[in-house]
């Protein structure tokens, strides 16, 4: 956390994040399930590709209903995985080779199996009865009967975010799964005990939290209904929970007890449908809340009125349009997070690229290029860095993930025939980013040497790390000079960001500047060739730039990164070949 009165640039201005999703990364025991010991196996693959921090997606004891985020007991870790003494030696081996290690924190809510919830749950005069949202059922209706759920609000995993229990006719809150009851934060006793536990996490020698769904925490306590949107039966209850009336308030009392005195720190807020004025208040260093935010703009573009799983096809141009609003809108103060993937999206070279034999590598590093080197720190999702695509599911019976198979039934229960429900879930499924992380061309892709949780993607034949290790022209090659460029360039972490004109909505081409370094990134993202026109102005002040990389070459270009080579030129009047991304750079 940056303390007032700390100089502007922070160490994570200049890292670069990676994500592991432990169930998929790594097997160590061969039961088919990655663990913290596999993990442990691949640490020289995450320190050559140059990263800084790993960020954990949820290890501690839990049923496994979504996969890790339905945790029953925060301070273990769960056999699945590996032990507490399996973590310690981890996070060791993370210290050793110099790069930090960010736990996943999820305390919108727990699972139904956690001691709290089921002393909660014990009954209406339980001393933790208040530590959860219990209501009785809607006036004037019996508990149980159609519409007598609290409010009309629809789950972000599809059907009513109240679940009624039996023993006490009382129903509980659950934005997610239902079993995975919402934790009350108007109660002082739920704070101060998320508090001590992220303590004794921090005690114990972790870097930090990256908090899923951080801005639900506050919720409007009179419960309103939401308003019903056009297709739907169940009404949107986020305009009453999302960025709730208490949240900076929750976030300012975590900053003073665990985070305050404890510098070096990186606190990323998870925050789904934020606004760029609300992730200011966020990151605003003077309020002491949070680093940055992980804002949800972006990887919405493509969902359709009805819902995520009815997909549209983005405009060229409309993903790069709204990643400058949000550079524009956080240039002064703040700080975003810049990803395309996560454990929750869908593989971004077949989402916003383009996944074809044509175009597969050239998208792929492309669209790392004018991601990375944008304003705030980026993140690789594991896999990211070899240009994994989305999977072929052929079947329902292929998936894993609660919210795909949730919407199917429901899907299916409302007419659509199976093959169209498969048609909307094919693209946008979670579980296409959950697939085993691809080591290798062996049957099981190096992964495991059982069966697999869930299938590997079948292109692991060809697209593996080790296909790619040392080849110049590989998509990791390619991330590797992109955070060397982030390590070596002030300019990447610290420049300020402007829009460059091309007259071409398919080009996004933008400068960076630092005092007198200079940066000119610019990226045909179409699957056809483009001429920029870009200002005389423009072409006057870039004229005899140096290239500083260029995906068509496939290489770093200097002799090392930012290190110009004098002969190397662009014309910035020439056609770009599709997905063709090139870096000029300056310094006079």
């Not at 405009?315 to 349009?321: K, V």
């Amino acid at each position: 956390m940056t303390e007032p009165g700390a100089q502007d640039h922070t160490w994570w201005k200049s890292a670069v994040v990676y994500q592991i999703y432990p169930r998929s990364f790594q097997d160590s025991n061969g039961d088919g399930i990655g663990d913290l010991a596999g993990i442990l196996q691949r640490l020289d693959h995450l320190q050559s590709l140059g990263v800084d921090v790993i960020w954990l997606s949820p290890v501690y004891r839990s049923p496994q209903a979504d996969n890790g985020y339905d945790i029953s007991d925060y301070q273990d870790i769960d056999p699945v995985f590996g032990t507490l003494d399996d973590f310690d030696e981890l996070l060791a081996a993370v210290h050793a080779r110099g790069l930090k290690l960010v736990m996943d924190l999820v305390v919108n809510h727990t699972s139904d199996e956690h001691p709290w919830f089921v002393e909660s749950r014990r009954g209406v005069d339980s001393p933790k009865r208040d530590w959860y949202w219990w209501r009785p059922a809607r006036e004037g209706h019996e508990p149980g009967a159609p519409g007598a759920e609290p409010t009309n609000w629809e789950s972000f995993f599809s059907g009513p975010t109240w679940e009624l229990d039996e023993a006490t006719g009382e129903y509980y809150l659950h934005l997610f799964d239902r079993k995975q009851p919402d934790l009350n934060w108007e109660n002082p006793e739920v704070r101060q005990a998320v508090h001590a536990m992220m303590r004794w996490w921090l005690d114990r020698g972790v870097d930090g939290f990256r908090m899923d769904v951080i801005n639900l925490i506050s919720k409007d306590i009179t419960l309103p209904d939401g308003a019903v949107p056009a297709g739907r039966t169940l009404g949107d209850g986020y305009p009453h929970y999302g960025a709730g009336p208490r949240l900076h308030e929750f976030l300012q009392e975590m900053h003073r007890e665990v985070f305050a005195g404890r510098p070096g720190l990186l606190a990323v807020a998870e925050t789904p449908g934020v606004t760029t004025d609300e992730a200011v208040l966020f990151t605003d260093p003077a309020r002491r809340e949070v680093d940055m935010v992980f804002q949800f703009e972006h990887v919405g573009l493509d969902h359709g009125p009805v819902s995520k799983f009815h997909p549209r096809t983005l405009r060229p141009g409309e993903l790069a349009a709204n990643l400058t609003h949000w550079q524009e809108a956080l240039a002064d103060t703040g700080w975003n997070s810049l990803y395309l993937e996560n454990h929750d999206q869908a593989r971004s070279v077949s989402r916003f690229g383009d996944d074809s034999p044509a175009h597969w590598r050239d998208s792929a590093t492309a669209l790392a290029t004018m991601l990375h080197l944008q304003r705030g720190t980026p993140y690789v999702y594991q896999g990211e860095e070899l240009g994994m695509t989305n999977a072929p599911f052929a079947a329902i019976a292929d998936h894993r993930d609660v919210e795909t198979l949730n919407w199917y039934d429901e899907a299916v229960a409302a007419g659509s025939s199976p093959a169209e429900a498969l048609l909307g879930i094919a693209s946008v499924s979670r579980d296409n980013a959950r697939t085993p992380v691809q080591w290798d061309g062996s049957e099981t892709a190096g992964f495991t040497s059982g069966e697999p949780w869930i299938a590997v993607n079948p292109n692991s034949s060809w697209l593996n790390a080790a296909a790619q290790e040392g080849d110049p022209a590989s998509v990791l090659e390619h991330y590797r000079a992109l955070i060397r460029m982030r390590h070596a360039l002030p300019v990447v972490a610290d420049g300020s960001f402007e829009r460059v004109d091309a007259e071409d909505d398919a080009v996004f081409a933008f400068e960076r500047v630092l005092d007198r370094e200079r940066l000119l990134v610019v990226c045909n993202l179409s699957s056809e060739a483009r001429t920029p026109l870009f200002a005389p102005a423009t072409l006057v002040r870039w004229e005899g730039a140096s290239v500083l990389l260029d995906n068509a070459a496939g290489r770093d270009v200097s002799a090392g990164a930012g290190a110009a080579d004098p002969g190397a030129g662009f014309d910035l009047g020439a056609e770009l070949m599709p997905w063709r991304a090139v870096v000029l750079g300056v310094n006079r």
